[in-house]
């Protein structure tokens, strides 16, 4: 009978852990309240655990201390959305416990279960019951009083909490009646059950496949340098560019990304206006090319076979690159100086956003860096830690434009050293506009957070979108293929026609104060789609100003705001 986890064993129950969430990520997705097409708790947790199982992969017969750094610190830079945040803090509390022993036994186990609850709540500024931050709780509750009572067998104590995690998870519609009502339980609950599940099995011996694929692990890796033969795994290194023949929109965009990440790794997607530049690393470039011409034609098609280039030529090539520059340099300048790096503002900004005209729109307000993502796709910590440090500035703001993102912004906050970081609790894109408009470069710090973080105060926001399943919420009866008009506290108004909606949404939105309403239309709108709603709107409030703007975003018809 084993009734202690060592390195090895907790190795191989993390991993088979990571592997059981990976594997109901969609389902897990489907639980989201909300009928919308980008349900993504289940991804978000997914390509968290999975950040860290990376590192822990490649970890061969790991002391406790190793293991450890590697789950809390993958988990951490990894995660993405509130979801993903909660369950790295969750990792990072339990690890912070058991790193310093050799073995786990089940008072141990049950005060790793204590911390990781501690620790989880305090990422969280206003902890909501009926989550998967309940049904932690709950089992932490009853590990602290199994191991009191004296309980001596590991397996039955997994077992146990197991049963009362289905027991909390099932009564998470009791606490959020919003879950009731569309008849689900908690996903971010529902996903760390499958992870605990999952790690049982490898507890119990169960044969598992704990090998990772690139495509588990989420690679983003984007070095083309050349490895020597015995690290690589594909041997061509294919690259070439789409002339896009149709819009490329985000789902094609991320739907592609996922196909080049199921025959091969070193994944480069960039996407830029009618073009778009790939790079891969596979053993097959015909399929890669192949499912390019899909998009449009294609040029500058180059297929090296890195397992046959040597090393000590390429750097060769490099020295003579690198000379031929600062001879050129030379002869402009008549002596050779180094880059001279941008200089270095008191203030930048980084915004997370999504179409090509909201990202020009940041732009042209002075935000330095944006992060591609938002509804669609939540980044990760790290994505927004890299964001940062790219701005040079001795303070950086960060707007993360969406509810589901400030937590990874706020994990972030703490992960960069050599520079300030202020989080402004950004929940949607016109927030985020709202808030670098107000910015004023006169003031200090402080004075710019006080301000910016008021004025987002007045800013409604509505968004129309589809809805991809029959449900219930907020008493409001949902078909699949509805239009939603979703506001800052839930659905304002549904229906079959979409103009309805919008008006219907406005109308929910607009009181006395309001004097602007920005309208910002998505990439399946037309510009003579957007004007008709402007109009309409316009004659039904004369007395505001109103905007419209092409976002060019996926999936959302219309974001609008009110203020």
Not at 193 to 218: H, N, Q, V
Not at 222 to 238: H, L, N, R
Not at 277 to 301: C, E, R, Y
Not at 316 to 331: C, D, P
């Amino acid at each position: 009978m084993v009734n202690t986890i060592d390195s090895l064993l907790l190795q191989k129950m993390f991993l088979a852990g990571a592997k059981s969430l990976e594997s109901k990520k969609e389902w897990i997705n489907e639980l989201n309240v909300f009928p919308v097409p980008d349900g993504d708790t289940g991804t978000n947790m997914t390509m968290t655990i999975m950040s860290a199982a990376g590192e822990v992969v490649k970890l061969q017969q790991p002391e406790m201390p190793e293991l450890c750094k590697a789950i809390s610190s993958g988990s951490l830079r990894g995660a993405r959305g509130n979801s993903g945040v909660i369950l790295s803090q969750l990792l990072r509390g339990f690890t912070k416990a058991v790193k310093e022993s050799e073995e786990i036994d089940i008072d141990l186990m049950a005060t790793a279960c204590e911390k990781a609850v501690e620790s989880a709540y305090k990422a969280v500024m206003k902890p909501k019951e009926g989550t998967i931050l309940t049904v932690a709780k709950g089992i932490s509750l009853k590990a602290r009083a199994l191991a009191d009572e004296g309980c001596d067998n590991m397996q039955v104590f997994i077992e146990e909490l197991i049963k009362e995690g289905d027991l909390v998870l099932s009564q998470t519609p009791e606490l959020l009646p919003v879950l009731k009502q569309a008849g689900v339980v908690d996903s971010g609950g529902q996903g760390l059950m499958e992870a605990i599940r999952g790690a049982y099995d490898a507890f119990m011996g169960k044969e598992i496949d704990y090998s990772l694929d690139d495509k588990s692990k989420g690679s983003s890796e984007s070095s083309t340098t050349v490895s020597k033969e015995a690290d690589i795994k594909y041997g061509y290194c294919t690259e070439f560019i789409i002339m896009l023949n149709k819009n490329f929109n985000i789902k094609q965009e991320m739907d592609f990304k996922a196909y080049l990440e199921s025959i091969g790794d070193s994944i480069v997607v960039v996407a830029d206006d009618n073009i778009v530049k790939v790079h891969v690393h596979t053993d097959d470039p015909g399929m890669a090319i192949q499912k390019g011409l899909f998009f449009g034609q294609l040029s500058n098609i180059k297929i090296d076979n890195m397992r046959l280039e040597n090393l000590e030529k390429i750097h060769k090539e490099e020295a003579k690159v690198e000379e031929a520059l600062k001879a050129q340099a030379a002869e402009s300048n008549n002596e050779v100086s180094e880059p001279v790096p941008a200089e270095k503002k008191p203030y930048g900004f980084v915004a997370v956003s999504v179409g090509a005209g909201l990202d020009e729109i940041f732009g042209s307000l002075g935000v330095d860096t944006i992060i591609s993502g938002g509804q669609t796709m939540n980044p990760s910590t790290e994505d927004i830690v890299n964001a940062i440090k790219g701005v040079n500035a001795d303070t950086v703001f960060v707007l993360p434009n969406n509810k589901n993102i400030i937590l990874a912004a706020n994990q972030a906050q703490y992960l960069v050293e050599d520079k300030t970081v202020v989080v402004i609790p950004t929940k949607t894109i016109a927030q985020g506009i709202t808030a670098i408009i107000n910015f004023v470069p006169d003031l200090s710090v402080e004075d710019n957070t006080d301000a910016m973080t008021e004025e987002i105060g007045h800013v409604k926001t509505g968004e129309v979108t589809y809805a991809v399943r029959d449900t219930v919420i907020d008493d409001k009866e949902i078909r699949q293929g509805d239009f939603m008009g979703i506001g800052d506290s839930g659905i304002l108004a549904v229906g079959a026609d979409m103009d309805k909606v919008v008006n219907d949404m406005v109308a929910e939105m607009v009181d006395d104060d309001t004097e602007l309403i920005s309208i910002y239309y998505g990439e399946d709108v037309t510009e003579e789609d957007a004007a008709r709603v402007a109009d309409a709107i316009k004659e039904q409030y004369s007395g505001c100003d109103v905007e419209v703007q092409m976002g060019g975003q996926p999936i959302y018809y219309y974001i609008i705001s009110a203020e």
